[in-house]
């Protein structure tokens, strides 16, 4: 009897991985392929669609050869969020390259609206806030300035999605047009009470709602796929969630008040709300975490845009590491970061600022800084990021983080692990198994076949634990370098 296996397709800015588990969640398989990144300009950020889909049928492939005897009953689908494709109905094919979440072309649009006191509008329906990253001004700005494209988007013709739906209409051979109700709500489109889409919404922003994909749950039969290389025609997708919120899921994060964050090329700090929607008072965004046969979900969540692309700037941009994982030995040599603060507002700094006109700092060098110094800069950055994360966070939940789930590439890295315990002042809590993203994917996608109904503890997994090491005074001399170095960025 062959083997049952989930595939799970987890879609992310700078690569796409694939992952065959088993029944016990266990992976059998697992496939990789980067993919190429393009900055046109400053500020823009943009990826080829047909080079996604390309990169899912290597990493499938790639997952397939390592358990080719196992039988794939269900595919579970998790994205990079925000990122914008237009593509055309009749051939498939895209219109214009996705703009990537981190773009910030429409920042002028966004002040535009805020100017207009649209936001308090938008934040009340959405959750979210005006700012670049997310999909709806994306989406305005293709359609006004791809030529005949408003036109044909009005009459049926163009479809819109975040990149999961990209993926379900590939995918299903062009039958599924769909997204779930957790990348739904990363559009300023979508109504976080009513989970639909905002007529109101699109008119204000101008997005003709003959674009809009049906929105699913994000668990359930909610596509089949056909004409797939690797995959049998079918094979039913049954579940789709954005990646941060995957994560939450794949993190057992399940009750009320549990909090996880994602080191990624940003880190991304969400926290189960339970099932009613929290409007953050505090510069955050309320968001689904996901919806199943048992309800639905809600999310707090703070991102700050540079995190792990942090670590990629030392490498390429200074050139002070050969790669990524040389940061960890050259930060740990040294005790401290000499008085060097890094701002690494890249691209704008993120919740809870939400300031797309800052640009990154670095402060408190001194003929004595070394490559040391600023890798070590580089790591309390990343850490003091997510501290401004949770302490809005706590205020909005009326809730405290004494632990704080972590998973995503830089998670491995353990002295950042512990400057994160030390300088949030709780546990960090790593699992053995980082891919938590697909995880989620793969969970979603056997609940939604009615197969996996115990969705998992995080005493479930096998763990490490970082605990606080540092007292309050150590702690607060880093807090108030950092704030100082804000003011300036």
């Known amino acids: 009897m062959k083997e049952r296996l989930f595939l799970a397709i987890d879609q992310g800015t700078t690569g796409t991985t694939v992952l065959l588990l088993d029944e016990k969640m266990e992976i059998r398989g697992k496939g990789y392929r980067e993919i190429r990144q393009s900055y046109p300009t400053p500020g823009l950020v943009e990826h080829d669609p047909e080079n996604i889909w390309r990169s899912v049928l290597a990493a499938v492939a790639d997952a397939r050869a390592q358990a080719p005897a196992g039988s794939i009953v269900a595919i579970g689908v998790t994205n990079q969020r925000e990122t914008t494709v237009l593509w055309q109905r009749a051939t498939g094919r895209a219109v214009a390259p ?65 990149v999961d739906s990209f993926l379900a209409w590939r995918l299903s051979g062009g039958q599924s047009h769909i997204t779930d109700v957790s990348n739904a709500s990363r559009t300023l489109l979508f109504d976080l009470g009513r989970l639909d889409w905002n007529a109101d919404l699109c008119r204000l922003l101008g997005v003709p709602m003959a674009m809009l994909p049906r929105v699913c749950p994000s668990a359930g039969a909610l596509a089949i796929t056909r004409g797939v290389d690797g995959i049998l025609d079918g094979t039913p997708i049954t579940g789709i969630a954005g990646d941060q919120q995957a994560a939450l899921y794949g993190q057992g994060c399940l009750d009320r008040g549990d909090a996880k964050c994602t080191f990624g090329t940003g880190s991304f700090l969400l926290m189960n709300v339970g099932d009613k929607p929290v409007l953050s008072r505090h510069r955050l965004l309320g968001t689904v975490a996901w919806q199943t046969s048992q309800g639905t979900t809600y999310a707090l969540e703070g991102s700050a845009f540079v995190s792990g692309a942090l670590v990629q700037w030392l490498r390429d941009g200074l050139g002070i590491i050969e790669s990524a994982a040389e940061v960890e030995a050259l930060a740990a ?40 110094h600023i890798a070590r800069a580089a790591l309390e950055a990343m850490a003091m990021q997510n501290v401004d994360l949770v302490r809005a966070m706590e205020l909005d939940a009326s809730h405290s983080i004494t632990s704080l789930r972590v998973d995503g590439g830089a998670a491995a890295n353990s002295l950042l692990m512990q400057m994160q315990a030390d300088l949030l002042g709780a546990d960090i809590i790593r699992p053995a198994m980082v891919e938590s993203t697909a995880l989620g994917a793969a969970r979603l996608a056997a609940h939604g076949l009615g197969h996996y109904t115990d969705l998992g503890k995080t005493s479930d997994l096998v763990v490490s634990t970082f605990h606080p090491r540092i007292g309050s005074s150590e702690r607060e001399q880093v807090v108030n370098r950092w704030r100082e170095a804000l003011a300036k960025s």
């Open 98 to 162: 996705a703009i990537v979440w981190q773009d910030r072309r429409t920042t002028d649009r966004c002040e535009v609206l805020r100017q207009a006191g649209l936001e308090p509008t938008f934040q009340a329906s959405t959750g979210l806030r005006l700012d670049p990253y997310f999909s709806g001004t994306k989406i305005a700005w293709l359609l006004d300035n791809v030529p005949d494209l408003r036109a044909q988007a009005e009459s049926g013709a163009i479809a819109f999605g975040t």
């Open 333 to 372: 040599s040294v005790p401290d970061s000499g008085g060097v603060t890094i701002v690494p507002a890249f691209a704008g700094l993120g919740a809870p600022h939400w300031r797309p006109e800052a640009r990154g700092i670095i402060s408190g060098i001194s003929r004595g800084t070394t490559a040391a």
